[in-house]
């Protein structure tokens, strides 16, 4: 692949729900521009892109697929991303690095949850961005009506630059109708120009009314004259126009059929003359040496060579691989530097991924994408440059995991090389994360929803030749006390032959204010007990408090205070006195009404707004609390907290009950009493896992 101009780079991402078509559009243009001999397919195994064993498996994009194409003297970098909500991590990444979104919408489906969610990261960062309307070749398809669902539920900026002619088995080309031209379909992605057609140029000419409106309001200039004049030009129309989709304040909507190829040459089109160069792009931000606060880093083709790594790649074949985007200047072979690990690393190769087929480039340019076989200590974030001029790129805002299950291996003995095993896909997919709980003896493995776990545990099976199952985990509870006792004797008297043991103790035990933790307090008085004694009190008191007595969990917000004792000369001994405060504190804290303290997550659910009653009447069936709504858009964002432990698999539920369009995030509150009428069937449960979990 020879080496292509920054202005004449394009880095195009495919985004949309699942069954839109994305890699079959992928597939297309790869097979067009020549860089494939055949139209590969996803449902027949043969795609370029969707080959993982997973993919081929499942007929679905699961990891992002790059495929560069050279067309008409300009390089596009395609990133097919992953359209189900259980993989948005390299959707997150591709979108990231990408100059130009394409949101692709199936035109039977209409908008779907995923496109909301995919807007939603469009609008926030500003990017421009367009609409493609797709599978126009089907029955039942109605463009108009797609377009009207777009304005209604996404956004009222969105216009189509192009209306189809045709619809389902008579779906023949597309009309330009910024050019006022027809494109006829040929064959195998070609088209032939004409005359629109007669009985669309009434509605041609009304969207370039709508055009005209939308150029205006991009520009002060040109809103002005139209408002005293009441038409543009048809150069001051695309001056707007131009400046409206650079700007992310006008959506294209555009209409294709992937599978049948039409319409596919006015895309390419549209990416090489409307979409930026990487010279024009919204600038990444970045944090410089001697700076606070990151700020932009402009695009320069002379610039200090700065490339960021979005993705840490691996394939069965090919191996792992950093997944690159050159920010500024040119990234050739090397040495450069690692800022963040502040570690060098050398650059042995450069490469274009066009799925498993490796393209050698000289380097990489400015705003150019690319590979090199992984460098050492470098991972998904980090950024390259000279040792002597540091600059770090802002990281993804990659989502955080709401789903978490307990992993354990099927095998016995195999829990390290388990762990070991998560560790490492966690290197590839910053969505996930892996947490070793030691205190309640259990592996937590967090990620997007059960099909993305699942897919890790696969991965697991083929990559480190181990398995694994997943369980519901066990939830963090604490137990404390209600109720005090001011005196508790703990004797431990033992005579075995020769020296004996003896310790004495007694204990006021009472409960402090919740979150106060633990205080000891020695009030021994007239050396009752000897102070080098003391200390192994309060050791036994402390271990007792960890290993639990109610049912198992650690103890808190207690208060002890040894106040009496007694020794013995010969006898008394540190383990003694340890195993005297243990049988205190144990009696004692039973005697004391003790009690479960649960973990309170605080929840921020975002729904549209036909769903609040279902949700709210949910969350109360989970013993959960609303603690405030607002209202943003057509969506209502409710703020609400429950228990965890009641919160397992709720966002399966969650998704089923909005039908995929509500999401939610959550974060640790507090620790508050576990209700009376639900502690004592909940403490036999825990016992019986407690005892399980020992076995």
Known sequence: MKKYDSANIRNVVLLGQGGTGKTTLAEAILYKTGATTRLGQTSAGTSVLDSSPEELKRKMTISMGLAPVEWQGYKINLLDAPGFADFCGDAEAAFYVADLAVIMINATAGVEPETERFFDMVAKAGKPALFLVNQLDKDQVDFEATVKSIGAALTHHAVPFCLPIGAGTEFKGVIDVVESKAYMDVGKGESKQGDVPGDLQGRTEEIRGSLSEAAAESDDTLLEKYIEEGELSAEEMLQGLRTGVQKGT?????????????????????????????????????????????????????????????????????????????????????????????????????????????????????????????????????????????????????????????????????????????????????????????????????????????????????????????????????????GRIDDMQGKYKKQTGGRGQYGDVHLKIEPLARGDGFEFINAIVGGVIPSKFIPAVEKGVRETMGRGVLVGYPIVDVKVTLHFGSYHDVDSSENAFKMAGTMAFKDGFMQCRPMLLEPLMK???????????????????????????EVEGKRQIIQAEAPLGELFGYLARLRSMTQGRGHFSMETSHYEEVPREVMGKLVEVLKQEMQEANA
């Open 250 to 482: 006008i959506y294209p909507i555009l209409a294709v059929s992937a599978e049948k190829m039409i319409g596919l040459d006015r895309l390419l089109a549209f990416f090489t003359q409307w979409g930026p160069s990487p010279l024009e792009a919204h600038p990444v931000r970045a944090l410089r040496e001697g700076q606070e606060e990151a700020t932009p880093l402009d695009g320069r083709i002379d610039g200090v060579p700065v490339a960021f790594i979005f993705k840490t790649y691996y394939d069965e074949r090919l191996g792992e691989y950093s997944l690159l985007r050159c920010y500024s200047g040119t990234i050739t072979t090397g040495d450069v530097y690692n800022p963040r690990k502040q570690s060098s690393a050398r650059i042995g190769a450069l490469y274009a991924l066009r799925g498993k087929e490796r393209i050698e480039l000289e380097c990489l340019v400015c705003g150019d994408i690319g590979a090199t076989p992984r460098l050492k200590g470098a991972a998904t974030n980090d950024t390259i440059c000279p040792k002597d001029k540091r600059v770090m790129v802002t990281p993804v805002p990659f989502s955080v995991p709401p789903h978490t299950v307990a992993v354990v291996a099927v095998g016995r003995g195999e829990g390290e090389k388990v762990a070991g095993g998560f560790a490492r896909l966690q290197e590839y997919d910053p969505t996930l994360q892996l947490r070793v709980d030691s205190a309640l003896k259990q592996t937590l493995f967090s990620g997007m929803g059960d099909q993305h776990i699942d897919v890790q545990i696969e991965r697991l099976k083929a990559r480190n030749k181990v398995e694994a199952e997943t369980r519901k985990p066990r939830i963090p509870y604490r137990e404390t006390i209600q």
């Open 603 to 629: 929840l921020e659910i975002v729904v549209p707004e036909e769903y609040t009653g279902d949700i709210m009447g949910d969350m109360s069936g989970r013993r959960g609390r609303i603690q405030g709504m």
